[in-house]
């Protein structure tokens, strides 16, 4: 997973760094806006998919269900809401080509085809998270890295930089993660429980339904599908929250392409932690949710508070760098003609770091089946992050100001809403006893 984290996080990385350094400063806020798009609109209902089908097949595990009926539901609600979702983007293609992509039909075309391939990998991550074949779910994330970022290099050295080339190839790499997840789902699996005592040599395998497993609970799938929605919503406006600033801000800025292309320099380079951090939630969810089915709520305390102290101690020093070397890493990394200030980069740092806290947070409250409360906890926060950005005066200032109490609320609401529902579980017993409540 290390390494796979390693590989998505030097592609996206990458990606931004060689446009900013190979491409005229309007083709490259574009560039920049298609990136956040692309990390709002895929991961942000797909990776929903990929959430709700680990913790169903998580659950179905320690239930001793057979996974073949679960597996079959998370298709559909994926073909479905691929369709629903390539007509709205190509009903609005006109207003977001002009507004954000500068005119440039090819990247609205990369950006249908990220959607695509976004439906195709997160399914295939949630099937793997589920069953817990985590090596499958590293090739998927190093297959897709690999794939966005050599493609990248060759355009960048080839001495005719492109920025549509740069987006298409972006884009196709999450579907060469989802081949390399398929390809690993026909490998046999060594998760434990009844439905992994049948041959799994196949990817049809793990799917067929033997007569000793128990077939799904009735309703399972319109279960799956209420809390498929409330997660697609919640997930939508947690990326909206994470991404749109540099969007808004754009056009706030009269033109001024540099600093708009700076300021997005500077806020990729403030969620880089948090685009590497995604991929725990595919390792603490199944735990979460097993520990939750059986009633082990002391261990649901004991993981989540464990993680948040590896949290503090991640994002406590990168804080500090974005604050000390940021503005210079924007201009030399990225290439950026503006230099932001420190406080600016520093404080963009800060709200990441408490949107990896509610990254923690949310496994927790869908494991215990809150995930209304995850959509809650998301909208409030979208609310008052779009407010904010509306504000006259300073662009920059105030999408620096959405993000902090964006983040803050969030946060919060969600911390409050954990502690309420693990206060009204049974008391833990055995080893757990002593762990302290969230």
Known sequence: MGGGLALVGAA??????????????????????????????????????????????SAGLAGGRALGPIVGHAWKLA????????????????????????????????????????????????V???????????ATLGAEGLARILPCVVIALS??????????????????????????????????????TKPTGTAAATTETTPDVPEALPGAGREMARGFAFLVGGTV????????????????????AATAAAFGSAFVLARIPLFLFAPVQAMLLPALTR?????????????????????????????????????????????????????????LGLSTIGLMVGQVLQPGLIALGR????????????VVLVGLLALPGDPIRAGV???????????????????????NRPAPTGTSAGVAAV
Do not use: C
């Not at 590896?310 to 974005?322: C, T």
């Not at 983040?407 to 309420?420: C, D, G, N, P, Y």
């Open 237 to 256: 406006l947690m990326l909206v929250v994470m991404n749109v600033a540099p969007i808004v801000i754009t056009p706030r800025l009269g033109g001024d």
């Open 79 to 126: 073909a479905g809401l691929l369709a629903a979702v390539l007509v709205v983007l190509l009903a609005v293609s006109g207003p977001l080509t002009d507004a954000a992509l500068a005119g440039t039909w090819g990247l609205v075309f990369a950006v249908l085809l990220s959607v695509a391939t976004s439906a195709a990998v997160y399914l295939v991550r949630g």
């Open 291 to 347: 520990a939750a089915t059986r009633g082990e709520y002391g261990e649901v305390r004991a993981t989540l508070r464990k993680i948040l102290v590896a949290v503090a101690a991640i994002g406590i020093p990168g804080v500090a760098a974005s604050f000390l070397v940021g503005p210079w890493a924007v201009q030399v990394v990225f290439g950026a003609d503006v230099r932001l200030s420190g406080t600016v980069v520093g404080l």
């Open 371 to 382: 995930h209304r409360s995850v959509t809650g906890a998301w909208l409030l926060s979208a």
């Open 12 to 57: 996206g990385f990458g990606f931004v760094s060689l446009a900013g350094h190979t491409l005229p400063a309007v083709e490259f806020a574009a560039i920049t806006n298609f990136y956040l798009m692309v990390n709002i609109i895929g991961p942000g209902l797909f990776s929903a998919l990929e959430q709700e089908t680990s913790r169903s097949v």
């Open 401 to 423: 100001t959405a993000q902090l109490a964006g983040a803050a609320l969030v946060v919060v609401i969600m911390l409050v809403t954990l502690s309420r529902a693990l206060g």
């Open 128 to 138: 793997l998270g589920g069953t817990q074949r985590f090596n499958g779910y590293a």
């Open 159 to 196: 001495g005719v930089p492109n920025a549509v080339g740069y987006a298409l190839f972006f884009a196709a790499g999450s579907g060469v993660g989802a081949l390399a997840g398929l390809l690993w789902l026909r490998r046999p699996s060594a998760t434990s429980g009844p439905s992994a």
